[in-house]
């Protein structure tokens, strides 16, 4: 039975950047993927440009495109166009190949991997973490890292993070070529999605579009919505690899972390609940983890309450107001596009929120007063 410091459930974008900072302070740890390799992921990709300062290597290899402006429109009409900051922009990056150089780095600075280990058992005994495979294997450890998405089984069994977990609802395409949408623009729609929206982000030489709904256990007519969006883009209604998934979304304070355990990324439920940006705070609680327990192990602290305190601080009180403006915008989307998009200055503001440089916060309160006063 092997033993490490600390073993990371899952390779993806958090599960890789927590390993990547935990071996750059020296500490023992090895990563657990169930997949034998980084699959073909086509998710959005989008991340504001500001995560770089989270890593001592660059990003650049796995930036696909930098978007310097942002399209949205409703039910493919009435566009409005905003231009992202230019000290601050948004990057687009396959997610297979984020979670390959995430992971690469972190097996360069000392972290093992162990692929095709499928955790179906975790236990404590005295006091270290045992891991189960569903082939045998085993692995012990001092922390635990939960680091396998939104279908994580572990935070409702270890009862950590949200006790009330909500979803949104979406199905993720790849398609190969770049259709009518410009370089560097990307595009959010509002109108064709009940209590969502679709979006469409390009890459090299293919774009990445997405359509979801945030509100309730809503069914998702994607194709219905696709036959529209598609051909708006220049493609072909039934173009496209694609992936239907659920997405935890932020759903109030709570806290991240056991004895012992600590969630992030989607596991944690951190999604953005208004525009269902995952990246920048799976790439955040990766970074805010690895210093919590560093801190640990090496007797600063007692436990590992430090993360969960720093990510409310970090994440979860702008997701607060995002989730506010979320459940007022989508029950009003129409009422919430003239207000919420088409005023003036609101195409900057959302544009800022995407590249990092403001959060939900600092807006939320006049968004929300206008909505519910225009009802």
């Not at 949205?72 to 922009?89: E, I, K, M, R, Y």
């Amino acid at each position: 039975m092997n033993f490490t410091e600390v073993a990371v459930i899952g390779a993806g974008a958090s599960g890789a950047s927590t390993a990547f900072h935990l071996a750059n302070k020296g500490i023992q740890v090895t990563i657990l993927e169930k997949q034998p390799s980084h699959l073909l992921r086509p998710c959005g990709g989008g991340m504001a440009a500001s995560v770089q300062k989270l890593f001592p290597f660059s990003l650049n290899e796995v930036v696909d495109e930098v978007i310097k402006k942002v399209e949205f429109s409703w039910c493919l009409s009435d566009t409005v166009v905003a231009n992202l900051p230019g000290s601050s922009p948004f990057w687009i990056v396959k997610r297979e190949k984020l979670d390959e150089l995430l992971t690469k780095e972190a097996i360069h600075k000392g972290a093992n991997i162990e692929n095709s280990f499928d955790a179906i058992k975790i236990q404590k005994v005295n006091n270290i973490w045992r891991i189960t495979s569903t082939n045998g294997r085993q692995i012990e450890a001092k922390i635990i890292v939960i680091a396998d998405g939104s279908s994580s089984p572990w935070p409702k069994k270890f009862k950590i993070g949200p006790k009330n977990l909500h979803f949104a609802t979406t199905t993720s395409v790849r398609l190969e070529g770049r259709g009518l949408l410009e370089e560097g623009t990307s595009r959010f729609e509002f109108g064709l999605v009940k209590h969502g929206f679709a979006w469409a982000f390009p890459l090299k030489n293919s774009i990445n579009i997405g359509v979801g709904t945030f509100i309730g256990d809503q069914v998702l007519e994607s194709q219905r919505i696709l036959d529209k969006l598609l051909p708006n883009l220049g493609f072909e209604c039934n173009s496209g690899v694609r992936k239907d998934s659920r997405l935890r979304v932020w759903n109030g304070h709570s806290a991240l972390h056991g004895n012992g355990i600590v969630l992030v990324g989607d596991a944690a439920s951190l999604c953005d609940p208004f525009l269902a940006e995952g990246l920048r705070p799976s790439l955040i609680s990766g970074c805010e983890a690895a210093e919590a327990i560093n801190n640990f192990l090496k007797g600063d602290t007692t436990d590992l309450s430090n993360y969960s305190k720093n990510m409310k601080s970090k994440w979860g009180d702008s997701m607060q107001w995002g989730r506010r403006i979320s459940q007022v915008f989508y029950r009003l989307p129409k009422l919430g596009y003239q207000l919420g998009i088409k005023r003036p200055t609101a195409p900057q503001r959302i544009a800022q929120i995407l590249s990092g440089e403001m959060g939900y916060g600092d807006i939320a309160q006049r968004v929300i007063k206008r909505l519910l006063l225009q009802r």
